[in-house]
């Protein structure tokens, strides 16, 4: 059926709406889709596993989907489509939530009812790229945007303390947030809701024992071969980024190390036969470094494109500042305090 709700965060996925629920159970589950991968109405959501028993609502990509669904664990299914979602409840269906999550190579946030033990699970990426937030009030709510909530009737006060521990300490501002009552999912953590409405979080990644791994475990080779393994580790990253069945978009090369690496590495010609025109985007207020963005596309033999932002452009902006700038100050808020459970 056709979302009813108010068009609250329209703008992340013009290209389809839809909402499923279960009244007997009092779940729903509502999906803005922005069609990346499979365009047609098999890559729509909320989505329903083959087998009934799961369904997500999800932002986000996995880049390494094709090959779970070429794993063993997946042999024999027949597939209705081509998305990446469909691969995620598959693998969901028949190997559990664990031995998905630690497979999952990706920026997404989801989430994932369980019709078997009525639990909801709120799942967010390894890094925290795509947010997802959570509200309990008489009812639990939860978003990729905090106004998803105002639109649902919701309101929310800052937290004055949040506010001071913010200013004083700002470097931990990844781990809280000011809006009270509300609550982030942090990075790499699952937030689960089971029947009676117990709540549980974890981690399901730790970046902090990935980082004492690597230490313990420090690269020994030589120059030689760290330039080979940063050059494969490159063309792994992006190769795996290129997957879309619509156009995709420019490279913004500023004449930087790291996008005239993206740009430049022995994977880079894959992406030039694919892109559209490579753009230069740079400032004109006394600063401009187009000279050597078009250095690099020249030394690479890409098609460069150029575009010039004036001062009139900035100007011509500032009378919607209000409304993107409020956006961006409620999510940097509730980014911010310690986590409240």
């Not at 922005?34 to 880049?63: F, K």
């Not at 209000?322 to 310690?338: E, F, G, K, T």
Request: include cysteine.
């Amino acid at each position: 059926m056709q979302a009813p709700w108010p068009k609250a965060i329209a703008y992340r996925g013009p290209d389809g709406a839809d909402v499923w629920s279960d009244a007997e159970r009092g779940i729903a589950l509502s999906h803005r889709r922005l069609a990346i991968v499979d365009l047609t109405p098999t890559g729509a959501q909320p989505m329903v596993s083959a087998d009934g028993r799961w369904v997500i609502s999800y932002n986000g990509e996995v880049y390494n989907a094709e090959a779970i669904a070429a794993s063993p664990a997946l042999a024999g299914l027949t597939w209705r489509g081509t998305s990446d979602t469909e691969v995620i409840l598959e693998s969901l269906a028949r190997r559990g939530l664990d031995p998905t999550l630690d497979d999952l190579n990706g920026m997404f946030a989801m989430a994932l009812w369980d019709r078997a033990t009525e639990t909801l699970h709120l799942v967010r990426d390894r890094l925290g790229i795509k947010p997802l937030f959570y509200a309990q009030k008489k009812r639990f709510y939860f978003a990729s945007e905090l106004k998803s909530f105002a639109a649902a009737g919701l309101t929310f006060d800052i937290d004055p303390a949040s506010v001071a521990s913010f200013y004083a300490s700002p470097m931990y501002r990844h781990r809280s947030q000011y809006i009270a009552t509300s609550t982030k999912v942090l990075p790499g953590e699952v937030v689960s809701i089971g029947p009676g409405g117990r709540k549980r979080r974890r981690k399901y990644w730790d970046l902090g024992a990935v980082a004492a791994a690597g230490l313990a475990n420090q690269f020994t080779g030589s120059d030689a071969d760290a330039e080979a393994s940063l050059s494969a580790l490159l063309a792994d990253a992006v190769s795996a980024q290129m997957s879309s069945d619509v156009p995709l978009r420019r490279i913004s090369v500023r004449g930087g190390i790291d996008s005239s690496t993206v740009d430049g590495f022995d994977g880079g010609s894959a992406a030039r036969a694919l892109c559209a025109p490579f753009r230069s985007v740079f400032p004109d207020f006394g600063y401009d470094r187009s000279i050597y963005a078009r250095a690099v596309a020249h030394h690479l033999g890409t098609m460069h494109e150029e575009l010039i932002v004036t001062a009139a452009d900035a100007l011509s902006v500032v009378p919607q500042l209000c409304r993107y700038l409020r956006r961006a100050v409620l999510q940097i808020l509730a980014d911010s305090h310690p986590r409240r459970f």
